[in-house]
C-alpha cells in the first residue's frame, strides 16, 4: 500500500503521493506522485523524507519502478545513471527517468535548484515512451524555458491540492501533456535558428493549399535551392510525413469534411479539390479510404442533411 504523506506546509515546496486506482489503470495513463521544490544553496537534499522506494542519499541512489520527468527551472546539479552516464544538468534540462534504471541526482551546493516533477505509468504512457526521443541512454534532454511545460506542473499540483470529482483523469491527461510538451520542446530546440525549418513551413503551407497536391518534388526542392533527397529527409522530421503524403492526407481531409457536411455532387468537390475528372479523385479517394466518394458519404452521413427552406424551427 502507498504511503501518503501530507504535502509540505512551506510555500517553497509540495508533494503527494497516490495509490493507483483500478480505473486509473484502466485509464491507460496515471500519476502516482507529482510536486516541487526550491532547494536552496547548500540545503540537505531532498529537502523532505519521502516514501520508502522513492526516498534516496547521493550515496546509494536509487530505482523506481515507474516513469518520472523532473523539470529543474532554475541552478544546476548533476545526474548519474548506468546507462546514460554522469552529465551536468542546468536550467531548462528534463530529467527523464526510466522503471528499473539505477540512478541519482542532486543540485549544486552553490546555486541550488527549482524542481518540479511528475512520476507517470499505465499502458498508454509505456506505448508513449517507446518513441526514439525517450531512451535511458539519454536521460538529460536540453528544454529551455518552457511556460507551457511549467504550467502542466503546476495544474497537476492544483488537481492534487482540490482532489475534484475524477482528478484522476485530469492527472493522466496532464502526464500526457507534459509528454506531448516535452516532444513538442526537442522539435523546436532541434529547429530553431534553422533557415531550413522556414524553407520546410513554406513547403507545408503550399502543399496544404487546395489543388496543390499534385506539386512535384523537384520543383519544391528546386524553389528551395536543396536536393529532392534532403528536402525529403527534412520536410520528414519536421511534419512526420513525406511531401506526397503530407499533401494526400491533407485532401483526404478535405474530402472527409465536404462528402461528410455538404451536399455538394461529387464532381464539384473534386474540382474544388484541383482534380482534373470526378473519375480520378473517385479512384485516389477509394485508394486512401477503402470507400468510393458516395460510398462513403452513404455509409458515414448518419442523418440527412437538410437543404435550404426544409429545416424546421422549434421556436
Not at 509540505?8 to 506522485?33: I, K
Not at 524553407?199 to 512535384?216: F, K, S
Request: proline residues 8%; aromatic residues 12%; contains cysteine.
Amino acid at each position: 500500500m502507498h504511503q501518503t504523506p501530507q504535502p509540505s506546509s512551506s510555500s517553497l515546496a509540495f508533494y503527494r503521493y497516490l495509490p493507483v486506482s483500478p480505473e486509473a489503470t484502466q485509464w491507460g495513463a496515471y500519476v502516482t506522485t507529482a510536486g516541487y521544490a526550491a532547494v536552496e544553496p547548500h540545503a540537505p537534499y531532498p529537502p523532505h523524507t519521502h516514501p520508502t522506494g522513492h526516498h534516496f542519499t547521493w550515496a546509494k541512489g536509487r530505482i523506481l519502478t515507474s516513469f518520472q520527468f523532473i523539470y529543474i527551472a532554475h541552478g544546476r546539479g548533476e545526474f548519474e545513471s548506468v546507462p546514460g552516464g554522469h552529465q551536468l544538468v542546468e536550467a531548462g534540462d528534463l530529467i527523464v527517468l526510466f522503471p528499473d534504471v539505477w540512478h541519482r541526482y542532486r543540485p549544486d551546493p552553490e546555486t541550488g535548484w527549482d524542481e518540479h516533477w511528475l512520476e507517470l505509468d499505465g499502458d498508454y504512457i509505456r506505448t508513449l515512451m517507446r518513441r526514439p526521443e525517450f531512451t535511458p541512454e539519454r536521460p538529460v534532454l536540453q528544454l529551455g524555458h518552457v511556460p507551457e511545460l511549467l504550467q502542466a506542473y503546476e495544474t497537476a499540483c492544483e488537481l492534487l491540492r482540490r482532489e475534484p470529482a475524477g482528478y484522476q483523469f485530469q492527472l493522466g491527461a496532464q502526464a500526457v501533456q507534459v509528454l506531448a510538451l516535452t516532444l513538442s520542446a526537442i522539435k523546436q530546440k532541434n529547429w530553431s535558428g534553422k533557415p531550413a525549418a522556414e524553407l520546410i513551413r513554406e513547403a507545408r503551407n503550399a502543399l496544404a493549399r487546395p489543388g496543390n497536391q499534385h506539386l512535384r518534388l523537384e520543383e519544391m526542392a528546386r524553389k528551395h535551392n536543396m536536393s529532392c533527397t534532403n528536402f525529403r529527409r527534412l520536410f520528414k522530421a519536421q511534419t512526420g510525413f513525406a511531401p506526397h503524403q503530407f499533401a494526400m492526407q491533407i485532401t483526404v481531409g478535405r474530402a472527409r469534411d465536404l462528402l461528410y457536411n455538404t451536399t455538394l455532387p461529387v464532381s464539384h468537390i473534386a474540382q474544388t479539390l484541383g482534380f482534373n475528372s470526378i473519375f480520378y479523385f473517385s479512384r485516389f479517394f477509394k485508394k486512401q479510404t477503402g470507400l468510393a466518394p458516395a460510398d462513403y458519404r452513404r455509409r458515414k452521413t448518419g442523418y440527412p442533411i437538410p437543404t435550404e427552406g426544409t429545416a424546421t424551427s422549434i421556436l
